[in-house]
Nanobody
Framework: QVQLVESGGGLVQAGGSLRLSCAASGLTFSSYTMGWFRQAPGKEREFVACINWSGASTYYADSMKERFTISRDNAKNMVYLQMNSLNLEDAAVYYC???????????????????WGQGTQVTVSS
């Protein structure tokens, strides 16, 4: 059974940092592009960042490019999202996702991802 489990969310003050983790099981982790998405109340799911199978290539949404860092550890089947300089607009449920198929490319569309975690809540206070 393929499973993704996020952790690391919580309450943080504006300007603070959080590191999200995603543990993968039941799949050949190193063969998949991994992504992070987020969804705030009343809004559509939004692309945050993705990383290719080896970790050598990454891509970010413009508003997160200078503040967030995605990384992966294929030996541990883990993907991470380091978030710095958080602001109120970053508050959302954050989801990690695995590409729908084996892939060596970066993907930004939610439809390109076939497995999703349950999400972890990030709350930012002023």
């Amino acid at each position: 059974q393929v499973q993704l489990v996020e952790s690391g969310g919580g309450l943080v003050q504006a300007g603070g940092s959080l590191r999200l983790s995603c543990a993968a099981s039941g799949l050949t982790f190193s063969s998949y592009t991994m992504g992070w998405f987020r969804q705030a109340p009343g809004k559509e799911r939004e692309f945050v960042a993705c990383i290719n199978w080896s970790g050598a290539s990454t891509y970010y949404a413009d508003s997160m490019k200078e503040r967030f860092t995605i990384s992966r550890d294929n030996a541990k089947n883990m993907v991470y999202l380091q978030m710095n300089s958080l602001n109120l607009e970053d508050a959302a449920v954050y989801y990690c996702a695995a590409s729908r198929y084996y892939s060596r490319f970066l993907h930004i569309a939610p439809s390109d991802y076939g497995t999703w975690g349950q999400g972890t809540q990030v709350t930012v206070s002023s």
